[in-house]
């Protein structure tokens, strides 16, 4: 029963799962809660961690674009267009920056894909299909 009340909280707070089936929900819910023994749901995340955020804010985040630029491996960034924490410039940007970036865009998908959609299950076939070259 809690994982129905907490996918109904997640609905009520994301628009963008809310648009998602419940079949997706459950599997999203599931990434985030875990059941205790006693049958209640639980958040995976650390609570001392959510304090901290609460209390400091956001950590301070380096700078990653110099980091992208060193990846020489193939890299296959899955944007999805209706995230509401990545846009579409960030997304072209990290594939533009990256020297082996590939951009493969999820249509009615938030942040972020969860790699089961078939625009994504059709990008990673096609690009580890051609992995001989990315060992």
Known sequence: MGGIIAMAYRREMSPIVAGRSLDDQRELALGVLRQRPD?????KMDPEYIRQRVKVGPPERPMLWPALQRLTCPALVAWGRDSDVLSEAQARRM???LPKGELVTVP???????LVEPAV???LERFLGSSGAHA
Request: charged letters at 10%; proline letters at 6%.
């Open 108 to 114: 009615a998908v938030g942040h972020a894909p969860t």
């Open 39 to 43: 049958g209640r749901w639980i958040w």
């Open 121 to 123: 299950v059709a990008a």
């Open 95 to 97: 594939v533009e920056t």
